[in-house]
């Protein structure tokens, strides 16, 4: 029995899950989520709790098992806290505002560089507009976006100058030696 599969996902009040034809929708205080899981898995509401049952011991059973419990987990979790993801833009001159769903940044292009942001995330940008926290109730769709965002100008390894995850370590490597 898989050890994550078996442990049963509790219901804070406040949220409703419904289960219909291979779809579950969760709805709190945050917000709402839904998301289609595998039809092999069965999955029971009951009381303030519940549970992902395996039909047989096959290996895609027991693999799929975890992961849908983890799903549910997830879902319930994002629309009772939600979840965040911290961002820090590190260079001169390197910057972010918030306009609307769009953040505009600085990043030392010859242009500004635009990103609209996707339904369901929002962002907060600090008074100095160097950090950056992106909120959500997805928390995939929340790590997809900040590590669309990182791309837009990755931490590069001599100077720093980027844009990084707020607990990410930057190695950093040493530069040109002056001739002897």
Known sequence: MSRVGKLPVKIPEKVKVSITDGDIKVEGPKGKMHFPFNPKMKIEVAGAEIRV???????????????????????????????ERALEINGVGFKAELKGKDLHFTLGYSHPVVFRLPEGVTAEVDAKQTRLAVRGVDKHLLGLTAAKIRALRAPEPYKGKGIKYAEEKIRRKEGKTGAA
């Open 53 to 83: 049952i395996r039909p047989d011991e096959s290996r895609e059973a027991r693999g799929l098992h975890g992961l849908t419990r983890t799903l549910v987990k997830n879902a319930v979790e994002g629309v009772t806290k939600g979840y």
